[in-house]
C-alpha cells in the first residue's frame, strides 16, 4: 500500500495533476506491481515561496516547473528503488513534458505493521496483503 505525496508549485492545471499522479502510479504498478486500485496520493499545490530549491544542484539547472515526490512504502531492494525512479521519470517527461531535472524523488521506508486500511487482508505467513502475486512476492515486490 504505498503512499504517495507530490509537492508542486500552484497553477498547475486539475488534468496535470492528475496526469503526473497517474505516471507515478503506473510506475509503481510496473515495478512493484501493485494492484491497479492500490492508489493514496495527496497533491500538494504550494506557493512559490513556501517550495525552497537551489537552482542549481549537482551542477544541473532547476526550474520553477520541478516537483517533489515522497513515496512511502515497506522496505524495497536499492536496484528496485532505482529502478522505480528511472520508471517515474520517463513517464513525466512522456506523460506531462517534465523536463527530468525538474524531478526529485524521495522514499521513506517503513515497516509492513505500520499499515492499516479497512478490508485489507494480510497473509499470515508473510505478513503482506494476499491481493499480491506470488511473483510479485517471491521477487520481494510486496507492500
Not at 498547475?12 to 505516471?23: G, N, Y
Not at 500538494?44 to 539547472?61: K, N
Not at 515497516?111 to 512476492?137: C, H, K, L, Y
Request: proline share 6%.
Amino acid at each position: 500500500m504505498p503512499f504517495v505525496e507530490i509537492y508542486l508549485r500552484k497553477g498547475k492545471t486539475p488534468e496535470f495533476r492528475k496526469a503526473l499522479s497517474e505516471a507515478v502510479h503506473e510506475s509503481m504498478r510496473q515495478v512493484f506491481q501493485i494492484p491497479e486500485d492500490d492508489l493514496f496520493h495527496v497533491v500538494h499545490d504550494m506557493e512559490p515561496g513556501d517550495m525552497l530549491q537551489a537552482p542549481t544542484f549537482f551542477g544541473v539547472e532547476r526550474s520553477a516547473d520541478s516537483v517533489i515526490i515522497r513515496m512511502t512504502f515497506n522496505h524495497r531492494p536499492p536496484a528496485q528503488k532505482a529502478e522505480l525512479f528511472e520508471a517515474v521519470a520517463d513517464r513525466l517527461v512522456e506523460a506531462v513534458g517534465m523536463r527530468r531535472e525538474d524531478v526529485l524523488l524521495t522514499v521513506l521506508e517503513t515497516a509492513a505493521e505500520n499499515w492499516w486500511v479497512q478490508g485489507r487482508t494480510i497473509d499470515a505467513e508473510t505478513g503482506f496483503d494476499t491481493r499480491m502475486s506470488p511473483e510479485a512476492m517471491a521477487a520481494g515486490r510486496v507492500d
